[in-house]
């Protein structure tokens, strides 16, 4: 089996931090979520991907490679706008050939991995295999309607009125047959080719279509709060305390806590579940818990909880940071004045003390 990960688009709802970096390199527990899908995909026993690629290729191919670092074989693919993800399918077909293959949307985190779905996939031949989960308001998904022998009757995207509860997540698997299902598809009402329709080809037609619920902790990382809850959930599976870094005696630690090779910590107190990368400073600081500190960031007098500091911020003065995604080398520091100072950017959100 082979992969098509689809790790394009223009990310409009997390900027300002995708005017500057792709989505799917947006940081969770200090990891791109990017890299958790290369690392589910390889532990479900796949070896060669695809990777469609848009405005920001060169900064995605900077920080995977080739692959190799994750045990996989990579190879991109450019669309030159977003199109749809049976376009994504066209644009692989060579790659891809007659192998079976997981189709994986890399701004998805699904913590517990995909290897169980993979097994079933390979165990059932189906054509095609979807996997769903409840969600409290199906009308911002995709909905699959599904019979009483479990097959998959209809697709539905963002039904006003939801037949179902089980909304469909960014992974599915396909057998070869898709090719022939995303072939002369036309646009849909927002201009794209839309996987649903080519799987609804496929129902249709009598091929065996099936929805497998997905247990595990899932979400789709397209906007801000959507990245602290991963943070907070990948953070709470820390194993436990593992201080590699600088520490001094005056620090205290409770919880899982992991401070980096090369991060230097003085005079602070650490609440896990958190991170401090490499090259990090903390001093006289209170941090967490559920604070993933990026690499080369610098902390001083401040108290920072349930946030994510992307690489080189640093925070400075700040009594209560809380609920916050700080960006690449950006600065938060106390102002001298009675009032609040703040540069912000184009579609920036920013919330001061009443």
């Not at 099936?210 to 801000?224: I, L, Q, S, V």
């Not at 001083?300 to 995604?325: F, Q």
Request: glycine share 10%; net charge negative; hydrophobic share 45%.
């Amino acid at each position: 089996m082979k992969a098509l990960i689809l790790s394009g688009g223009t990310g409009s709802r997390l900027r300002p931090f995708t005017h500057s970096t792709a989505k799917q390199l947006l940081p969770v527990a200090n990891k791109p979520v990017l890299a958790h899908c290369l690392e589910n995909i390889r532990d479900a026993g796949v070896t060669e991907a695809a990777v469609i690629v848009g405005t920001h290729a060169a900064e995605i191919a900077h920080v995977v490679g080739d692959g190799s670092a994750f045990g996989l074989d990579l190879t991109y693919l450019h669309q030159d706008h977003p199109r749809g993800l049976a376009h994504c399918v066209q644009l692989a077909a060579d790659f891809l050939g007659d192998d079976d293959f997981v189709m994986y949307l890399a701004d998805n985190v699904l913590a517990d991995g995909i290897t169980k779905a993979a097994h079933a996939f390979a165990a059932e031949r189906t054509d095609a295999l979807l996997l769903v989960q409840p969600v409290a308001d199906p009308r911002a998904y995709g909905v699959a309607e599904l019979g009483a022998d479990g097959r998959v009757h209809r697709l539905v995207e963002k039904p006003a009125e939801p037949a179902s509860d089980l909304a469909v997540l960014g992974v599915y698997f396909f057998t070869s047959r898709i090719h022939r299902a995303v072939a002369g598809l036309r646009p849909s009402a927002r201009g794209e080719l839309e996987i649903t329709d080519a799987i609804q080809r496929l129902a249709d037609d009598g091929a065996p279509v099936r929805a497998e619920r997905y247990d595990g902790y899932w979400k789709d990382t397209g906007k801000a709060e959507d990245l602290l809850d991963c943070n907070r959930e990948l953070l709470g599976r820390l194993p436990g305390p593992t201080v590699l870094g600088d520490v001094d005696a005056a620090t205290t630690l409770s919880g899982p806590v992991v401070v980096e090779p090369g991060a230097r910590v003085r005079g602070s107190r650490l609440v896990g579940p958190l991170v401090v990368a490499a090259g990090s400073t903390v001093t006289d600081c209170t941090v967490g818990p559920y604070v993933a500190v990026g690499p080369d960031c610098v902390l001083r007098h401040s108290s920072v909880a349930d946030s994510i500091l992307l690489e080189g911020a640093a925070v400075d003065g700040v009594p209560a940071l809380y609920h916050s995604i700080i960006g690449r080398w950006a600065r938060i520091g106390r102002s001298a004045d009675a009032g609040h100072q703040l540069l912000v950017g184009d579609h920036a959100n920013a919330e001061v003390a009443a």
